[in-house]
Each structure stands twice: as structure tokens, then as C-alpha cells.
């Protein structure tokens, strides 16, 4: 079977004054039609580059390798150059919704207009259409006054609605795929809940393929059906969420769920992760972890090891050093 | 002595708000006849949403926002300080007693100035230190209680992560050894492996140098692990106050179960559904008459008869308070 999305031995670098930086490598990921995949790791991890990758969002220093491949809908949009190629995925095959509202909207262009715009660009329809459509839309996503609200500017609105507006707007050419960077990291507790709930009721109903990206555990709880584990730019444990979350085997992945404070049970002590997350340029040779891996061994064998993800269960994927360290 | 190290009575805080010069000047209450008493040693907790007033409550209580009503005490171990009537000289002395932890201090201090410097610049401004060694002596001092690598005192703040900025900030904080901390979502910028370091810091540093916080923090989870004591604002009202266990085990408020209830569950089972709240927050510049939450309220009556309540905390178990409102509706 054909997947929708298919991410093969990805690698990024980026040139800067400072050096070649490794942001990813060798990610493998797939996701299929109406899953939501979770992708969980901290600053710097990798998640954000990950999802530019996909919609080719990298700036000019960004280096790519020869036999990555990042399949949607059967073409490598690696290998896509020309305006109309990149115009099939950027707001056509593929949308993008952001942390911040305001990066998807033009300050000084008004909702509506912008939505119009973008639909007009992706299919054949006249204005007015256009402009049912993105209403219609404003008012899926629980806007109310959509008609006004499509005449108004996003600084009017308020962060909640902003993000609502957004998600329309991502929605209304109606993608295949949905790259979501931290949609709700921004809100409040309560907004957070109501864009939650309706981007889960979203998915269902248009049936698509989301990548979710947060540093919230609990929300890649509440909303993915899998997830990806990533450390400097290392998917390091991969699977169905219930299990990642419920039997974590990578070290790194315990390390992220013993340092978070769980309202349920307060006794548990908040454990970091020792060390600090060493600079993308000094990147661990061998296992990207064991600088702060409590398991890591003293004379230094992860310096030489390979990483890679191997299936230890059905459909749970861990880095093989994982496995190894498994058995301390 | 008063085992409280602060009282706040009855308080109030307005700002004036002009849109543009023409329209009408408008009074916002940010924070809304505040009573609280923080009992020495205690981490006591304020949560809420964006706009609820605890940034302002906590600048109210640092001297730093001007009191429109009611008073704060300061109960120090020989006298008070009555910060509504605070002359500038005693504010000299009240700010080595009671300090604020910036979110950033990279964001807050010039870039030019070495780690030294910054931790120092409060002995120097309050002129708490007489010699350059002895400054020197203090900011090691400090340094080394937050963990700080001491080779690292004479190096720049942007070569630093998130958390080492965090506890640069902490030992400037806490140089001039004051008694009262405000920290105002010191943790929310942080990765969770980090927060749960600099958690563990503050609590360590409580114990080491008798501190009490005041801890101000949007995260619900992290109030719940930190906090002995714990408050709720919305809108510029405290709504339930409560020990932390008593609170988060069972909480009276509709606003603060629907705010528990908020919080996504790392349980991928537990998809219980949070109690969803209608709306948006109302502006503070406008807010609604009556209980502040009947806009949003899952239990607000049909015939509006909230629109005329008076806000006010009621005990209704031992150290555990609700707004009367909430009381009615059960
Ligand atoms: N244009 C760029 N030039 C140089 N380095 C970059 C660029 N974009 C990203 N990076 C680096 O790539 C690495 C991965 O960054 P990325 O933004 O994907 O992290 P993230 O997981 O999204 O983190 P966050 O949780 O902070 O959003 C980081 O080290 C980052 O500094
Ligand atoms: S290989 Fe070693 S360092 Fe890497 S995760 Fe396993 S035990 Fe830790
Ligand atoms: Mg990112």
C-alpha cells in the first residue's frame, strides 16, 4: 500500500558562519491517510526543520542529501524546482498552520481577501465562490460573525480566534496533508481545550493526514494515533502513541516523561535529564543521547555505534543503542 | 511576629486607558479587591489565564504598581511596610528584602554586561556592598548556591542556554538576600527537562536561605507539584483559594474544574473530555457585572440572576475558599 506521506534517510544541514550544522539525520518517517502522527522532542530537536522539509520551506543555506526522498502522493518533492510543481504542495497538496497566527497572515491584507487569494490559486473557482467557500469555513471552525469576521484584519481578532482563522484558512483547499508546528503552545488552558477539540473533529471529517509537532506529551496524548520521539535531530522511538507513552524503552524518552510535573500523581519527583543538550555543532558522534544517558557505558563504545530504528514489538520502533541499553 | 510575611487587604489596582487622545479615558481594574495573607516559608501559588491580573498583583505587591485601594504589608522580622503609603526611602530597603525573577534576563539586561556583572549590578544599585572584593565574594556566593559554573562568571549571557540564563537570573534575584521572591512564570519558556531542573532549584533554595514565593505560572501541572498553597484568578478576582492538594483534588470552583479539566492527560486513555468553556475571556476593560465567570459559566442561570451578585471568598471547608457565586451554583 502506498502511504501519504513517505520521508526517507532525510538529512539536513545548514551552512552558517559558524560551521555545517546537523539539524536532521536520517529520518525515516510514513503516515497514512486520516492518522495523525505526533512528532515530541525539545527545542532544537528538529521537529520544525522537519516539517519545512516537507512543504520546502528551508532557506537558501539548507543542505539536502542526494538519496533523501519525501514522498507525497507517489513524487519526490525533493526533486521539485519549478514554481508550479512547489504550488501542488505549498497550500495545495499541503498546509501548514503555525504557533504564532500572524505568520500566516499578512498584517495589512484583510482575512478574507487572503483567504480568496490563496483559494483562487489552487482552484478553478470565480471570486465569489471563493468567498462562500471561506466563509463557510470560518464558520466550520466556530467562528461566529464569519461574514465579518472575513472582512476584518487579523490583529482585530483576538489569539484564540486568530488561530481558528487560521486553521480556515489552512482547511479551505481542502489539503491532503496538515503540518501543524505547536498550534495550541501559544493559548490558554481553556482556548487550547476548544482547538483541540475542533481539530480533532476536523480531521475526522476531511480525512486527512496531520503531523502534529509539540513539546506537550499530553497533548500528543489527547490527539495523535502515533508518535516520533526526536533528539537532536534523531528519531530515537517511534510508534503507536499508547504504547510510546506506556512502555517508553528509549532512555531519552523516559527522561522526558519522569521530568514532566503529571497532575495526577504529585508525589512523583520531577527527574531531569542530566547535562545540557549539546549545541548542533558539537553533535555526539555514534549515539546522539549518551552524552546525557544515565545507561551510557564508561568506556565509550555509543562513540562508534550506528544508530538506526529496529522493531522490538509490533509497530514499536526503537533506536537499535536503545535495544542495547534495554538490557542494562 | 506574624507568621504571615505578606498581607494583602482588600486591594485594588486601576490604570487609566485612553485609546487615542480623543476618546474618553477609561479605568481598567486589573486586579479587584485581592484579599490574601502568604505565610512565611510558604510557595504559594497564582494561576490563571492571560489577562487575569497575576502579573499585576505580584508588581502590586513589590511596590512596583501604584495601590488604588486597600493596603499590602510587608511583615519583616522587626517591622512592617505598609506599601501604600511606602516613603522612597524605605522602598530603598524594602527592595533588599523583596525581589522579582525576570523571565530572561538576557531579554531585560544589556549584552555587554559579563555574568558577574549582571548578578552584581543589585549590590552596586542598592549599595548593599562596600568593596569590589566583597561584591565579588557575594556573586560567588550565589553563583555557586544556583549551581553556576564559576568560570563561567566572566563570560557573556548569549553564550547560554535557557537554563542557565534562568539561573543567572535567580542568583541576581537572590544576591542581595532578600526574604520574598516573585516569580513570575520563571519556568514557562523552558524545555520540560529544564523546568523540572529549575523547579528542583527553587524548592532547594527555599530550604537553604528561608525563602517564601510567591510563584506566578499559567501551568497548572507545575503549580500543582511546586505549590503548598494555591489561588486562582480569572479576571481580577481570586475565585478558590486553597491548599494545592485540597485544590487539585477537589476543586469548587466551576472555573477551576473547568481549568483542570483543561489540562490535556499524558494518558492516552483518559480521554476524558474537558469541560469546555464558551468563549473567549472578556476584556478587563469591560468586564461583566456580577460574578466576572457568568459569561462563560457552564452553570450561569437562565433567568441572569448572577448579573447582580457581589464577588466575595467564603470558607466553606477548613483553608479552603470559594467565591460566594461559585457556593451558589454548587
Ligand atoms: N535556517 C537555519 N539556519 C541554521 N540553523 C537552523 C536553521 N533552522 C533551524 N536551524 C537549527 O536546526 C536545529 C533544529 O531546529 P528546529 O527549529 O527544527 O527545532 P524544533 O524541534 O522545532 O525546536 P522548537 O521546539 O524550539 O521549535 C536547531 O539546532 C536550529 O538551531
Ligand atoms: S547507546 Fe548508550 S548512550 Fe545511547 S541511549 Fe543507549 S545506553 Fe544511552
Ligand atoms: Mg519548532
Redesign the interface.
Known sequence: MSHLLEINNLDVKFDTDEGRITAIDNVSLTLDQGRVLGIVGESGSGKSVTAKSIMQLNPGNTIYNDNAEIIIDGENVLKFTSKNDLKKIRGGKVSMIFQEPMASFAPAIKIGSQMVEQLMLHKPLDKKEAKNISIDMLNRVGIADAEKRFNQYAFELSGGMRQRAMIAMALSTMPKLLLADEPTTALDVTIQAQVINLMKDIIKEFNMGVIFITHDLGVIAQVADDVAVMYLGSVVEQGPVNEILKNPMHPYTKGLINALPDINNLDAPLTPIPGNIPSPLDRPTGCVFRTRCPHASQEGKEENIKMGLVEVKPGHWLDKCGVDCGKI | MSENIVSVNNLSVSFDYQENFLSKKQKIKAVNNINIKIKKGSFFGLVG??GSGKTTLGRAILGANKISQGNVIFHDDERDYDLTTITSREMKDYRKKAQLIFQDPYAALSPRMTVRDIIAEPLEVMKITNSRQETDEKVREIASKCRLNLEHLRRYPHAF????RQRISIARALVSNPKFIVADESVAAL???????I??LLKQLQNELNLTYLFIS?????V??VCDIVAVMYLGHIVEMAP??KL?SNPKHPYTK??????????????S??I??EG??PSAMNPPSGCVFRTRCPHASADGKEVNVEMGLVEVEPDHLVDRCGVNCG
Open positions: 489565564e492571560s542556554s535557557g537554563g542557565q524545555d520540560v527537562s529544564i523546568q523540572a531542573d523547579l528542583n499559567h501551568d497548572l501541572s507545575v500543582a507539584h494545592s492538594r487539585f473547568a481549568l483542570l479539566s483543561s489540562i490535556p492527560s499524558i494518558d492516552p486513555e483518559n480521554k473530555k474537558a469546555e468553556l473567549e475571556i
